[in-house]
């Protein structure tokens, strides 16, 4: 027989010796093993009843007064979701820009404007030489300031290379 702890969120099998046992052991039934065993690995909450949480929906929620709650703020979950954006070939990039209205000759005229030299230089090698495009990357960045874009903007040309 498996027997729960609630203290511990362990299983412990009655037919083995363990050199200590928590006092909070109840008699579970097999069902109720795999359905313990589903929620944990599904990192639930389980209730003094034996009952559990809906599943965690991210890796950034806690529970807080019966829910899972999201703490971050709107800024931090718009950073995280730009961070998973994935990387744009130089082609689709490109191509993206070109069809948003921003040509490749038109980018590097406003990149030069760029006052600060080191800034200029990092944003023009990583325009001109870059095979892949980062989303988070500093020289999308900049770029995105010259032209005037905003992060939404950036976003909307990003998920329509991603197309391409």
Known sequence: ?????????????????????????????????????NALNSSCIIFDDLTFSEPKPSQFHEWFDGDWIDPRSEEEKLAYKRSQYPKLT????????LENGYKSSDIEAQIMLIEDEMTQELTMLGFKEATNFVRTDHSITAM???????DEQVDEIWEYALQL
Request: glycine fraction near 6%; charged fraction near 25%.
């Open 1 to 37: 027989m498996v027997k729960f702890s609630l203290e511990k969120k362990a299983f412990y099998d009655s037919e083995l010796h363990y050199p200590e046992l928590p006092s909070d052991l109840v008699d579970i039934t097999a069902e109720q093993h795999t359905g313990l065993l």
């Open 90 to 97: 130089r082609y689709q990039f490109m191509r993206g820009m």
């Open 144 to 150: 995105q300031a010259v032209l005037g874009l905003s």
